[in-house]
């Protein structure tokens, strides 16, 4: 049809990205950008902590945001009700960028097993312009403005009801009080700031009038001059939707480096994120609401993105064993678990035991706040509220 009326076919691209809230919601950027360039874009995402897609659905630049499902170890698209392996969808688009592993497993250089094109990684560039050059686009040449992520509240009347329960003002420009929150929960400990329950009582005795809205790890929490209550989400709404609703209603949000700060500059709500292993530019340059407080510290930045400090964890496997050391680098390198039990006179029963009983101990050992999450205090985090509310 398209021939016969002589309409000039856009190209296809689909992005996949399978990862963290943060990690597909800052491909919005990429996302508008080829729409720009004139493609039809498709985006097949998942994520662990929800159903992400809702967030980014409607937004105009994408054709379609297709949920990804892990299947017996396979990404797959749900087709009414059967699965199709994503591999073999790929092949109906002109151009395929997929992002796994882009940031977990990209190292310096040709990263020739997933195919990424000979570029620096994360750790030496800002993401977005790193997402954009993987995508063959110059991100010199393009705006800063196009650079920060977006998602699209729904305004579906199921949220508005709800949102008129919420025990305090939310209408920001009548409102006689103050909303801040706090969220410092990351994927990893290592991102994690330990003393987010020490923040409500300090913040509270500064701004007696104001809110205060907490995320415990499972749910928020108000704290307010009339005492302390939990939100409740309706079990008909999307969590991570209600999420994003209440950092939109805040005056400032205090942040952890996780998915829950870029959804914020999304919403366009001040946000004092924490940054520990990674500086503050490789994430948001161009943002335009955040206010980084960076560790202090001499080993940092040190890059990590894994859930220890690097440093606790050389200490816990200095404290283990010689055998348990022995025996974590034996299943490291894969030696048959036969051959370990015979050199220890014993049966692969008791060798795989102590293998787990060995990783659980270095877990514990390992998980100790680290010097770059200590550098921050709170002391620090108030300062940098104050002088954000007071701008």
């Known amino acids: ?18 990862g963290g809230l943060g990690d597909i919601i800052v491909l919005t950027a990429v996302a508008k950008v080829l729409n720009k360039k004139g493609y039809d874009v498709d985006f097949f995402c998942g994520s662990p902590t929800g159903e992400v897609f809702k967030l980014i659905e409607n937004l105009y630049y994408f054709r379609k945001v297709v949920p990804v499902n892990r299947v017996n170890g396979v990404d797959c698209i749900k087709d009414g009700d059967n699965y199709v392996a994503l591999e073999l969808l790929k092949k109906d688009y002109d ?12 190292v310096a250089g040709v990263n020739i097993r997933e195919g990424w094109r000979g570029s620096l990684n994360s750790n030496f560039m800002n993401w977005v312009d ?28 199921e949220y508005t009801e709800w949102l008129k329960t919420l025990p305090f003002d939310i209408d920001g420009s009548t409102r006689n009080h103050k909303v801040i929150g706090i969220q410092l929960q990351a994927s990893s400990l290592i991102r994690s700031w330990y003393r987010a329950q020490d923040l409500p009582e300090i913040i509270y005795k500064k701004y007696p009038q104001d809110v205060i809205l907490i995320f415990t790890g499972a749910e928020w929490v108000i704290i307010s001059k009339n005492g302390k209550e939990r939100i409740v989400f309706p079990e008909n709404l999307n969590p991570l939707m209600c999420s994003a609703w209440l950092v939109s209603l805040m005056n400032v949000f205090i942040s952890a ?11 366009g709500t001040k946000c004092i994120t924490i940054y520990t292993t990674v500086p503050a530019w490789t994430r948001e340059q161009y943002y335009k609401y955040s206010y980084p407080i960076e560790a202090q510290c001499s080993c940092t930045p040190c890059f990590t993105l894994d859930v220890f400090c690097p440093l606790e964890r050389k200490s816990a496997e200095s404290s283990l064993t010689p055998v348990e050391k022995d025996i974590i680098d034996c299943q490291k390198k894969g030696t048959n678990i036969t051959e370990v039990a015979s050199k220890y006179q014993t049966v692969p029963r008791a060798i795989e035991d102590q293998f787990q009983a060995a990783s659980k101990k270095l877990e514990a050992l390992s998980a100790k706040m680290p010097l770059c999450v200590a550098s921050i205090t ?10 954000v509310l007071e701008q």
């Not at 049809?1 to 992005?15: D, F, G, H, Q, V």
């Open 1 to 18: 049809m398209a021939e016969i009326l002589n309409i000039e076919k856009r190209p296809t691209a689909l992005l996949v990205r399978v």
């Open 95 to 106: 151009e395929v960028f997929d992002f796994k592993f882009s940031i977990e497993n990209n």
């Open 257 to 267: 480096d996780s998915g829950m700060s870029h959804i914020a500059e999304a919403v």
């Open 378 to 387: 709170p002391e620090i985090i108030i300062d940098k509220l104050i002088e």
């Open 130 to 157: 790193l997402s954009l050059s993987w995508c063959k686009v110059d991100w010199t040449k393009i705006p800063d403005n196009d650079k920060r992520p977006e998602i699209e509240l729904s305004a579906e009347v």
